[in-house]
């Protein structure tokens, strides 16, 4: 008996160790979808350095990155989404374009979590991980509400990115004074927001004053001159604006609003997430301009240390695709370790390094920090 029960032991416990060598020797396989050749290679590569650095970080022997090069189209997308299919690889991180994510609903049971900031026109199995308009309007609808703006219009161009912007403005319920659609075109510019601002007719507000004290039997010389060293006169109906634009054409509008005589100093200058861009500040007269983005100080430390590891600056999508093999890893291991399609579905947080993560239903949207661009500096606001 003593013998039989012995076995049994010993049975037990090989199975035991069987199992859990089993368990600790199967492979976390995640695919990786970006550009390694053409055009967007040196991206595609910055990425898969990122990635890197993140496996390394956690330190979990059973992860595995299957990279595969895209070329940056939908077709060569499709074809290596297939082969990771093949090898039982059923999430992803990629494609980096959304132009990229077209045929991917073909592979219906295959979850795709793309770099890209864009959410309209996904198909179904493509998740937006990037820093989507979405998170950038909550953000920025929360401090509308600690500074008490309420008259707030929204400037958006005319370009692909205003399906975007409004569908956006749909799925969070912002309340605005008024949505106004814009021309990039720096000679059509001027003259739409002359006309957003009542321009003309608070510079004739300020012509027909002057004409009156000048023309009255007791002239107030001190006023006059005071009224000569305006531009115009009379208030504007709106105590700040959103602007969804970038760069030289961000600058451009917000030039144009100076023009008017709306400067960052009557009303709230706010922009989307700007990657810190240094070059906004050497534009003093447009400060304080206001904008959500990452948390600048964990980015900092990314820099550096890719800087460290490579002796090269990274592309800020490689930020986000360090974040998305830790989101991945933790859902995975929320999940018992069992790779499933459903993990993104199920409501959850995930601390990282770009802020926190929120995924429900297939949606993942970014608690954001906000900033804003004074004295020289970017400064956090929260």
């Known amino acids: 008996m003593k013998t039989f029960i012995k076995f049994i032991i010993i049975s037990t416990l090989s199975l035991i160790i069987f199992f859990q060598n089993s368990f ?21 590569n910055s990425i898969i350095k990122s990635v890197i650095l993140a496996i390394n970080k956690i330190g979990d022997p059973r992860i595995e990155i299957v990279p595969k090069d895209t070329k940056s189209n939908p077709i060569d997308s499709l074809r290596v989404s297939y082969e990771l299919y093949n090898q039982g690889i059923r999430i992803v991180i990629g494609p980096v374009f959304n132009e990229s994510t077209k045929y991917l609903d ?6 795709f979590l793309s770099l890209t900031n864009k959410i309209y026109g996904n198909p179904p199995n493509v998740i937006s991980a990037g820093v989507n ?37 749909h799925k969070t319920n912002i309340k605005l004074k008024d949505k106004f659609y814009y021309d990039s075109d720096p000679t059509m510019l001027t003259a739409q927001i002359e006309k957003l601002t009542r321009y003309s007719q608070r510079k004739k507000n300020l012509q027909d004053e002057i004409q009156k004290l000048e023309n009255s039997l007791t002239p107030n010389k001190k006023k006059i001159d005071n009224l000569k ?5 009379g208030g504007i109906n709106f105590d700040s604006v959103i602007i969804a634009d970038f760069d030289e054409s961000l600058k451009s509008v917000a030039t144009s609003l100076l023009y008017t005589d709306v400067s960052s100093k009557r009303i709230s200058y706010i ?16 400060h304080p301009i206001y904008f959500p983005s990452i948390n600048k100080k ?19 999508i490689s930020f986000l695709s360090y974040d998305l093999v830790g989101l991945v890893y933790y859902l995975i291991y929320k999940n ?11 409501k959850n947080k995930f601390k990282g390094k770009i802020g ?19 004295n020289n500096r970017f400064k956090k606001i929260f």
């Open 336 to 346: 018992n370790y069992k790779i499933s399609n459903n993990i993104f579905y199920k």
């Open 298 to 316: 964990n980015y900092d430390l990314f820099l550096k240390n890719y800087n460290n590891f490579y002796q090269s600056k990274p592309n800020q």
């Open 24 to 44: 600790s020797s199967e492979k976390i396989k995640i695919g990786l979808i970006v550009p390694t050749s053409g055009e967007y290679a040196q991206l595609g």
């Open 133 to 169: 308009a979405i998170s950038q309007i909550n953000t920025i609808n929360k401090f509308r509400k600690i500074k008490k703006l309420e008259r707030t219009i929204f400037l958006i161009p005319k370009t692909g990115y205003k399906n975007e912007i409004d569908l956006a403005i």
């Open 229 to 233: 060293k305006k531009d115009t006169l």
């Open 356 to 374: 926190i993560f929120e995924i429900n239903k297939n949606v993942i949207t970014h608690q954001l920090n906000f900033y804003s661009v004074e």
């Open 271 to 286: 922009t989307l997430n700007q990657w810190f861009d240094k070059s906004l500040l050497k534009d003093n007269s447009l």
């Open 106 to 111: 073909e592979i219906k049971d295959m979850t």
